[in-house]
């Protein structure tokens, strides 16, 4: 055990995997090359700053404390945080990778396989609580916080356990014959694995969502069924949108897996189905922005105040009138709010007549 964490310093155990799985090695900062990394940058830039603007929106605005927005609250730092990770892993990738020690090259893919691995729970813990709320509406009540943390942290803590299996040492060094040929220093079958627990996981809230389909069809409440299918539309073509973009990974992954060393040439393409993948972190802001009409409007404010800023308003006085319209919607303190009426299909669905409403404080749930 100890000789295994002591090649995680190595210089050249990086290079010894690649010639062991690669055919060539292109090393070569070509124009190409530098023209795809900086359209990639920028699209994670753009990542970065849409699910900032979503967490922004839900953190100021007290009507976004709800269960359902906490969830995609969640889900946007996992997507920012995928941009970030694959911001990372193109300034360490090309003729850099052959530089990096083990532990880095660990840290590289470790932070994009956690940040995925966030994602997939988030999409389940919004399942979970969606069942919870629905098909089980006694247990909605006040131990809903506590669910809400509960399920948030879970989410985390499995996620910084599964990436970091391999840094703490289930990882092919020392054993080439085992190694993925998509990512050379982890052993295939902990790819297997970790491909296999999110399949597991998918088709997990596909159920639930048929069963809470199931139970909202059956219900005699007509306005609670059109309400609650609304929400069932948003959060179904969330999971339909991730479900697309990684399902080539998914795939490569798996012929990895099958695969002898050298024997699937498009393997060695597979940076282009993981580049398209991280589109699922883009489209997911822009999915449940456009499907509520209230976090839309909220999640644009900034960028209105600095257009307005930039125009006729100086930013004080933007921001001022700002917060001024914060202040009127959000109630003064100690005030509590009552539900508003919105053609909005995540309002709709989040204060639903079958849902026990409860009044804490300035926050409606």
Not at 67 to 77: D, K, P, Q, S, T
Not at 85 to 99: C, E, M, Q, R
Not at 145 to 171: V, Y
Not at 269 to 290: C, D, E, G, Q, R
């Amino acid at each position: 055990m100890g000789s295994l964490y002591s090649e995680y310093l190595s210089p050249s155990k990086v290079l010894e995997h690649y010639n062991y799985t690669k055919e060539t090695l292109d090393t070569q900062q070509t124009p190409s090359r530098k023209v795809a990394s900086t359209l990639i940058i920028i699209l994670c830039g753009a990542i970065v700053m849409e699910n900032l603007l979503v967490l922004i929106a839900v953190a100021r605005n007290s009507k976004f404390h709800s269960a359902m927005y906490l969830f995609l609250g969640n889900l946007a730092a996992s997507d920012l945080l995928a941009g970030v990770a694959f911001i990372a892993n193109t300034l360490l990738s090309g003729p850099v990778t052959l530089g990096l020690t083990p532990l880095q090259w660990f840290a590289r893919e470790g932070s994009a396989f956690i940040t995925l691995s966030a994602s997939v729970f988030s999409l389940l813990a919004i399942a979970i609580e969606r069942h919870v709320a629905i098909a089980k509406v006694k247990l909605y009540g006040s131990d809903k916080s506590c669910r809400m943390l509960l399920l948030i942290a879970a989410s985390w803590l499995i996620s910084l356990a599964l990436g970091g299996l391999p840094i703490l040492g289930w990882n092919c060094l020392g054993h080439l014959d085992t190694c993925s040929t998509v990512l050379p220093l982890y052993a295939k079958h902990y790819v297997l694995c970790v491909v296999t627990i999110f399949s597991v996981i998918l088709l997990a809230i596909v159920a639930l969502y048929i069963r809470i389909y199931c139970v909202v069809r059956s219900s005699h409440a007509d306005v609670a069924v059109s309400q609650t299918l609304a929400l069932l539309k948003t959060v179904t073509i969330v999971l339909g949108v991730f479900i697309v973009c990684w399902l080539p990974a998914f795939s490569i992954l798996l012929l990895d897996y099958a695969c002898t060393v050298r024997s699937c040439p498009i393997l060695y393409k597979a940076h282009y189905f993981f580049a398209f993948a991280t589109l699922n972190s883009l489209l997911n802001p822009v999915i449940y922005t456009w499907r509520s009409r209230d976090l839309r409007r909220e999640v644009l404010r900034p960028l209105q105040c600095c257009q307005r800023a930039a125009g006729v308003l100086r930013p004080l006085q933007c921001c001022q009138r700002a917060a001024g319209v914060q202040g009127r919607r959000s109630g003064t303190p100690g005030h509590r709010l009552l539900p508003l009426r919105s053609s909005s299909s995540l309002e709709r669905g989040t204060h639903m007549p079958t849902t026990p409403t409860v009044l804490e404080g300035n926050t409606v749930v």
